[in-house]
């Protein structure tokens, strides 16, 4: 007998135990009128699959818990041998069809009840940051996200108003930390500083309050970047290594592993080649550990092996090794998916970067110009103009009097004057 792995990654994803499943279920059905009957042993059943096809009033409170399809959740109907679900995560089951314009409405809307807050509010609520960053992978930061990201927390704290257990509350603290980590994410792509500082100084508080260390990690992960924005890199370093010393990062690798290679990125920008090397091999060593099946929040798919590479390449062009830099940016390039459109247009600059340091101008130049096709469509977002002018900055310095310098110069300004 096969057990019900589409369930349990479920469960995991929303952090539910058996009994808490159980309670969300009785709490749908007795919301439409039926007995509550379901038990920690019922969902125990429908985990190991002794149990493969719920009653019909118990399958419609599992869509309604989970927002997903009683198939999608690994059930199968009386009959067919197996799921007919798609391999796709959650987040790719929606149709992403959504204007700039109309980016606040992503935040899924809570209905207000008087009834006590249960965990499916807190899952339906939950739900809307994987929209959200959707659509940072695809533009980066810009103003309504940022701004649709706070509602989402605003809605969050609201809910802080109705009954709810110790728990709900936490998991409630939770949710508007994330939400409010992802306006100042959103503020800091688009090189907000000051606006970004006051939202992690917020985000972190609410960790606290919330008893997350995924958020908190999440936090002095973006407290790095933004100190390295200012040119602040010593507290990159202490914000990096404050990473580190999370509770998940010592749990779970791949937060570990990020945590390292954002210390890197500190002690590179330093210009300490040692501390900055030690650390990507502490980055490589821990993402080699890490398991990529594991349910981890929408915000961390960016990160994996792709992203080591292109953090890579900032340290060791950093540090003087552009020949590495530019290894470690093909690298990336080849393995980042193409849904992560802004990180690929940066990935790119950096490629840009590392040939020029090694004199390869024209190269350079062409290289640099495909990040305007691959962002066509939407703005720049801030760090990534900020990024293409220190590109800009380092073609002058290389080649002042190249012709390629003046025609790529002419480009980015056209650019720049666009976005």
């Not at 042993?41 to 002794?50: E, F, P, Q, S």
């Not at 992560?340 to 024209?362: C, K, P, S, Y």
């Not at 990040?371 to 080649?399: E, H, K, Q």
Request: aromatic share 6%.
């Amino acid at each position: 007998m096969e057990g019900n792995e589409d369930l349990n990654c479920a469960m995991r994803e929303a952090g539910l135990t058996q009994a808490e499943l159980a309670d969300a279920v009785n709490a749908h059905l007795r919301a439409h009128g039926h007995e509550g009957t379901v038990s920690d042993r019922t969902v125990r059943h429908w985990l190991t699959g002794k149990s493969r096809w719920p009653h019909r009033r118990q399958r419609d409170a599992l869509e309604a818990v989970f927002g997903r399809t009683a198939e999608e959740l690994g059930f199968v109907p009386p009959g067919r041998p197996s799921p007919a679900v798609e391999p796709e995560q959650h987040v790719r089951r929606r149709n992403f069809l959504m204007a700039t314009t109309a980016t606040a409405a992503m935040v899924t809307p809570i209905n207000s009840r008087p009834s006590m807050v249960g965990i499916t509010d807190v899952i339906r609520l939950r739900n809307g940051l994987d929209d959200l960053m959707t659509l940072d992978d695809t533009r980066g930061g810009h103003e309504s996200l940022e701004q649709a990201a706070l509602v989402g927390a605003s809605r969050a704290m609201d809910m802080q108003h109705r009954a709810a257990s110790q728990r709900i509350r936490q998991r409630l603290f939770s949710v508007a930390a994330d939400y409010t980590a992802t306006a100042a994410w959103s503020a800091l792509d688009a090189r907000h500083s000051d606006r970004a500082e006051q939202h992690l100084s917020r985000a972190l508080y609410l960790a606290g309050l919330a008893q997350d260390p995924v958020v908190e990690l999440r936090v002095w992960n973006s407290f790095a970047m933004l100190a390295h924005q200012r040119q602040h890199f010593t507290q990159a370093v202490d914000s990096a290594q404050a990473a580190q010393a999370t509770a998940v990062s010592r749990r779970d690798p791949l937060f570990a592993s990020l945590a390292h290679a954002r210390t890197a990125v500190g002690h590179s920008n330093l210009g300490d080649r040692q501390a900055a090397l030690r650390s990507l091999g502490h980055a490589g060593e821990a993402l080699a550990k890490a398991e990529q099946g594991e349910p981890r929040p929408s915000w961390m798919a960016f990160y994996g092996p792709a992203e080591l590479n292109s953090m890579t390449a900032i340290v060791r062009d950093r540090i003087g090794d552009a020949a590495e830099s530019e290894a470690a940016s093909h690298q990336a390039l080849s393995a980042i998916p193409e849904q992560f459109r802004r990180n690929r247009a940066l990935a790119t600059t950096r490629l840009a970067l590392a040939q020029l340091h090694q004199r390869d101008v024209d190269q350079a130049c062409d290289t640099a110009a495909s990040v305007f096709g691959l962002m066509s469509g939407n703005p720049l977002p801030g760090r990534m103009r900020s990024l293409l002018g220190d590109y800009y900055r380092d073609l002058i310095t290389v080649a002042p009097n190249a012709p390629v310098t003046r025609e790529w110069g002419d480009r980015y300004r056209l650019e720049w004057s666009r976005a």
